[in-house]
């Protein structure tokens, strides 16, 4: 793709990943207090792991060609990016599953964190990557 600094792609995610890592682990105790799919999960699996390397690469090489075609050079650019997109997709989809699926709103909020830390880490990094 034109426009696109793949080295850049691969820093995002690396530090995206980092990022949502050390989210987590601030809000582990009260992830595992909210979810019973982390309760039963003392650490993440090998291919957990990779399995969500490749999903933050997958969302950074697309966020990558947003901020190629829109032009987006500068902070409040990257910033303004991450915050529509993280209000009109993960907050979104996750308000839907506590109101339909009985989602613990406490929970949808640690996962919309975490999902504001990725955007916001990833459009800054493209953007700013010249």
Do not use: C
């Not at 993440?44 to 032009?71: H, K």
């Not at 709103?105 to 880490?121: E, F, S, T």
């Amino acid at each position: 793709m034109l426009g696109i600094n793949y080295l850049a792609v691969v820093v995002a995610t690396v530090v995206a990943f980092v990022g949502s890592a050390v989210w987590y682990m601030v809000f582990g105790k009260q992830r595992t207090a909210l979810s019973s799919a982390a309760a039963s999960q003392t650490r993440p699996s090998p291919r957990m792991v990779l399995i969500e390397l490749v999903r933050t690469l997958v969302l950074a090489a697309i966020l990558s060609g947003l901020v190629a075609r829109l032009g987006i050079a500068d902070w409040s650019g990257a910033v303004g990016l991450a915050l529509a997109l993280w209000i009109g997709f993960p907050v979104i989809l996750l308000s839907g599953s506590v109101m339909y699926e009985n989602v613990p709103w406490k929970l949808a909020a640690i996962h919309a964190g975490d999902w504001l830390v990725k955007l916001l880490i990833i459009t800054l990094i493209l953007s700013l990557w010249h």
